[in-house]
T-cell receptor, first 112, second 115 residues
Framework: LAKTTQPISMDSYEGQEVNITCSHN???????ITWYQQFPSQGPRFIIQ???TKVTNEVASLFIPADRKSSTLSLPRVSLSDTAVYYC?????????????FGSGTQLTVLP | EPEVTQTPSHQVTQMGQEVILRCVPI?????FYWYRQILGQKVEFLVS????????KSEIFDDQFSVERPDGSNFTLKIRSTKLEDSAMYFC?????????????FGSGTQLSVL
């Protein structure tokens, strides 16, 4: 399983765009990049998943360069309610839930 | 968006007692999971369940733990004889398929405190 590295914490201000980069140098051909969000005292919530290039949904964008050794989660115009821990996971297509490994994540704090 | 529901939200028990944590997964999902998160630590996989059987379990999921789907809607985690180190937030999750690139839906968790 590819190991991921992401910043432990980030601060931002309301209205700013936030980019959280995750490094996954050992990503394999059949791995997908998935991001989850976790608020205090709640379960993780799926945000976005991608394989290559760019994926966008109503919550975020995910940028994946051609070599796929890193990815960037982009949150446009954050608000105070976006304060949460963001987890970058590399998941094997067709793999099992046991392999869904949550690391320490990035604590994003949005300031007023 | 559909939700996974967990009850109770908080459970306090004495060491050595049995506890049952309850979950109602999303209705058309087929795969069910339990994860736990000790305060300040990572979310850890415990067990996955499909077709009334355990599919996979982690080293944490020892003989003190069991899971059951007693009817068509509930999914339970039982800890037979709780230990202090079982104190954690327990999350139930469900998904349509077993693939890790399938979106998992998590509940809000049950905070278990063992005294």
């Amino acid at each position: 399983l590819a190991k991921t590295t992401q910043p432990i914490s980030m601060d931002s201000y309301e209205g700013q765009e936030v980019n959280i980069t995750c490094s996954h140098n050992n990503i394999a051909t059949n791995d997908y990049i998935t991001w989850y969000q976790q608020f205090p005292s709640q379960g993780p919530r799926f945000i976005i998943q991608g394989y290559k290039t760019k994926v966008t949904n109503e919550v975020a964008s995910l940028f994946i360069p051609a070599d796929r050794k890193s990815s960037t989660l982009s949150l446009p115009r954050v608000s105070l309610s976006d304060t949460a821990v963001y987890y970058c996971l590399v998941v094997l297509r067709g793999g099992s839930a046991r392999q869904l490994t949550f690391g320490s994540g990035t604590q994003l704090t949005v300031l007023p | 968006e559909p939700e996974v529901t967990q009850t109770p939200s908080h459970q306090v028990t004495q060491m050595g007692q049995e506890v049952i944590l309850r979950c109602v997964p999303i209705s058309n999902h087929l795969y069910f999971y339990w994860y736990r998160q000790i305060l300040g630590q990572k979310v850890e996989f415990l067990v996955s369940f499909y077709n009334n059987e355990i599919s996979e379990k982690s080293e944490i999921f020892d003989d003190q733990f069991s899971v059951e789907r007693p009817d068509g809607s509930n999914f339970t985690l039982k800890i037979r004889s709780t230990k202090l180190e079982d104190s954690a937030m327990y999350f139930c999750a469900s998904s349509w398929t077993a693939s890790t690139n399938e979106k998992l839906f998590f509940g809000s968790g049950t905070q278990l405190s063992v005294l």
